[in-house]
């Protein structure tokens, strides 16, 4: 989206669908990073705070405000957590979401009725941003090819082009739907894959020192009733160092994450039983009514691509600053950070590119630049608000096609029409792309996403020309993936 904007020639690749991995597996949080005060990252809280208000400016249809409670159980919490949130709120100066205050007991049980009273004190409030993360990726993938770039998902990396002085000039890469594979030429390869880049960069130098540090975080998804008086809570500390919340989110409730250093990465990473017992664990220890296995909708797991630290030690303690490196080869990768510093990541990084590649200097135009669907009120749309400005040709299919209209199942408001709009204009090829990221339906109950798919199915298939054989394999393999979402 940078890089197109600035005028240059611009193509994506992506080895899966886009947001496979990290993108949409975060904690939906547009947030300037409360603990990194405590580390004393003052540069990277105030970048975070400023990144932040661009966001909601650029995105108003993707990225809102949330009240967040750290509820104080102890007599230091309250001075300690209320200077520090307002130390949080002068950071962000214009680009701030509301002002922090202390909360009596009873103001706090008002705003979250669900929280465990015993020994309750009090609480401070603060406001940091929400949004939904892969319906913001598949945005900002509409942004960029609007500006002139190119973007093909299941399309895999297996080489990298090479001249004879041992110099990155491309890629070459196969189409994994038909088997083709075809050259990319260009005058600068950027690896953007997140916990998958010291792969790519083995491709250009075998010798290539690792320089990211994976870490999966895991969350788990239950009811919205857990979680009544639409407020967030916020953990400063759990028992593993991390910061843990709880969160509304389309009408659920949930709660992560954890935070455990990886050997190996996967597509489809699994969160193990430690994990899915320490969140439960947590979660009991601040609500009235202790959540259980039975209570998860559903469960999983992303790869936070940590950039490693001279000294090693906990991946709760590296920074989530980005780091661009450039290997020998001229290949340019850029690991680290956040959702919530993307824009700035890649405003760095196509700077770095740009005079890799001697290209004419063109200034970052991202800072005022909506994003596709751009809307100020698309809270009207109901749960087609996260589909902005495209709410509205949603809503005329249904009203041109009233079968269009229907609910996929029950438990969730995703219609059928979605189903087509994915496959028509937001690239989806297949029942997981739906289900997992066009929608939300696997991260927010995975047997009702199951009981969905054959439907979705067989929509897609109309739309994509697929016949009754695919069907069935999209349905059994979306099936299969679907079982490790499910804790019981």
């Known amino acids: 989206m940078d890089a197109a904007s600035r005028g240059y020639r611009t193509a994506l690749v992506e080895q899966s669908d886009f947001g496979k991995g990290t993108s949409s597996r975060s904690t939906k949080l547009v947030h300037g990073g409360v603990r990194y005060l405590e580390q004393g990252n003052v540069s990277l809280v105030m970048e975070a ?41 002068l950071l962000a100066g214009k680009y701030g979401f509301g002002d922090s205050k202390n909360l009596s007991m009873e103001e706090t049980l008002e705003r979250i009725p669900t929280l465990k009273p015993e020994g309750l004190r009090g609480g401070v409030v603060y406001y940091d941003g929400q949004f939904d993360d892969s319906r913001l990726l598949v945005h900002m993938a509409r942004t960029a090819t609007e500006q002139g770039a190119t973007l093909v998902n299941y399309c895999a990396v297996t080489s990298l082009l090479l001249n004879p002085a041992r110099m990155v000039q491309g890629a070459r890469v196969r189409e994994m739907e038909s088997g083709e594979e075809f050259e990319i030429r260009a005058k600068a390869v950027i690896n953007a894959t997140g916990c998958y880049s010291d792969g790519v960069r083995k491709l250009a130098d075998a010798e290539a020192r690792p320089m990211v540090a994976p870490s999966q975080g895991v969350h788990i998804v239950l009811n919205g009733e857990f979680l009544r008086g639409g407020a967030a809570i916020m953990v400063p500390h759990t028992s593993d160092g991390r910061v843990m919340f709880a969160i509304p989110w389309h009408g659920h409730t949930l709660v992560g994450t954890t935070d455990t250093a990886l050997d190996e990465v996967t597509l489809e990473p699994r969160p193990t039983e430690q994990e899915i017992g320490f969140i439960l664990e947590t979660a009991g220890q601040y609500l009235d009514h202790a959540p259980s296995r039975a209570d998860i909708l559903s469960v999983w797991a992303g790869i936070r691509p940590l950039v490693k630290a001279p000294g090693g030690g906990s991946t709760a303690a590296l920074s989530r600053d980005h780091s661009i490196h450039i290997d020998a080869s001229g290949l340019l990768t850029i690991a680290g950070g956040k959702w919530t510093t993307a824009r700035h990541m890649a405003e760095d990084c196509i700077d770095q590119a740009a005079v890799l590649a001697g290209l004419d200097e063109q200034a970052c135009v991202t800072k005022r630049l909506r994003i596709h669907g751009y809307h100020h009120h698309a809270s009207r749309f109901g749960h087609l608000s996260v589909y902005g400005s495209d709410a509205m040709a949603i809503q005329e299919m249904v009203r041109t096609h009233p079968e269009r209209g229907r609910r996929l199942h029950d438990a969730l408001p995703a219609i059928e029409a979605e189903v087509v709009w994915a496959a028509r204009w937001e690239m989806a090829r297949t029942v997981e792309d739906v289900l997992s990221r066009r929608t939300r339906c696997l991260l927010l109950n995975a047997r009702a996403a199951v009981e969905m798919a054959p439907r979705v199915a067989q929509i897609m298939a109309a739309e994509l020309g697929r016949d009754e054989a695919w069907q069935r394999r999209q349905v059994a393999e979306f099936g299969e993936l679907a079982q490790g979402y499910l804790a019981a």
């Open 49 to 89: 705070l400023k990144e932040r208000g661009l966001l909601r400016e650029n995105a108003p249809h993707l990225v809102g405000d949330l009240a967040f409670i750290v509820p104080n159980y102890e007599w230091w919490e309250a001075p300690f957590y209320g200077v520090g949130l307002r130390l949080y709120d």
